[in-house]
């Protein structure tokens, strides 16, 4: 390993804590002060297809966003496909799993500064072939940085049951970022954690707020999920969705109930509410749209004339075939992930990280 290269792992107490969007907030940070920065996700489950390779999601999130010029086949070194481990319990090669990984972070760190290294949920994921986040970062020689959701109790058990993984491997945790805190219990958790932990000896390097609008959804992200008939254009794709209400009401209420980045989810032979919702977004200029999309459910197609007329307001339309209380059930069951198109929150991200967690100090204990 170069000596002069520093590098941490960032593993979280389970899934959908944060780790990524932690860890694009402090790559961001890294690149502030370290000229040659690269990134690395050596075993990933959610993979995309990239020039016939099966590359990480995360990997061609960071790559979209930093405009990083290192090889995907380097940055997302094993990803796993349905049926990975079943075939490796029947045919088990961990040596060669361990050469791949040890190659690619051997080809990312040349004249490289700083590599933050990203791995897959609690620090158990993956044991079932060998490839633990606490195996492979053992492998790598890192120190680790674990991520929890914002709490007192159940965020200091978590931490210290995965910190006992690593400790079982010989890593050492370098310290602990709350992430998604409530803002009003932020002085209060932020202060028993830190608390509870010195108790353990466990360093709390940041508590990051929770933010309402980063867990928000776009247009597009919905349609996907709904996996409906498109109606529109793509313009406001990349609208956001802050409220989804349903039109069992008459157009008088639905009125007053549609306020901005509502997704509509209504039967389009509710044209009555359907014209209603036209209403908030043609009537009021001051406002970007009081409708960021409508869903039209029950297989119901809107009437023509009538879709003209939506389609002039640039709404984005899906019809679906389900009923709207189980398209409703659906998006608030839904699990949003950061995507690369969404600059709002990427910045907001990296502003987050900037201001609540210490980056110098990490750097610093590397």
Known sequence: MNNQLKSFFVAATRQNDGKT????????????????????????QQYLVVDDKKVDKDAVLFQHVYDL???????????????????YIDQPDNEKARKVLQDSHAQLI???????????????????????????AKLLRLKVIL??????????????LNKAVFDLHGVEVLGVIINKIQQDKYEKISSY???????????????????PMLTNPTIETIFEKLDGDVLS????????????????MVPHDALSQLEPNTLFIVPANREGLVMAALCGN??????????????FTCGKVLHERILELVKRTHIPML?????????????????????????????????????????????ERL
């Open 21 to 44: 969007m932690t860890s694009l907030g402090l790559f961001n940070a890294i690149c502030k002060r370290f000229k040659s920065v690269a990134y690395m996700k050596p075993v990933g």
């Open 69 to 87: 010029k290192d090889d995907f086949s380097h940055m997302s070194p094993i990803a796993v496909p349905k049926g990975f481990t079943q075939n």
């Open 110 to 136: 040349k004249d490289k500064d700083f590599l933050v290294v990203e791995g897959t949920g609690h620090a158990g994921v993956g044991s079932v072939f060998d490839l633990s986040n606490a195996a492979v």
């Open 147 to 160: 991520v929890s959701l914002g709490g007192i109790g159940r965020s200091i058990d978590e931490l210290m």
């Open 193 to 211: 954690v830190r608390k509870g932990l010195k108790r353990q000896d466990i360093d709390v390097l940041g508590c990051i707020p929770f933010v």
């Open 233 to 248: 254009s793509k313009v406001g794709f990349n609208n956001r969705v802050e409220k989804c209400l349903i039109g069992d």
């Open 282 to 295: 043609l009537l009021d200029s001051e406002v970007v749209y009081y409708v960021s999309g409508i869903v």
């Open 319 to 363: 019809l679906v075939e389900e009923d709207s209380f189980t398209v409703a059930n659906k998006i608030t069951h839904m699990l949003v992930k950061l995507r690369s198109n969404e600059p709002d929150k990427i910045t907001t991200v990296q502003n987050l990280v900037e201001e609540y967690v210490d980056v110098d100090g990490i750097c």
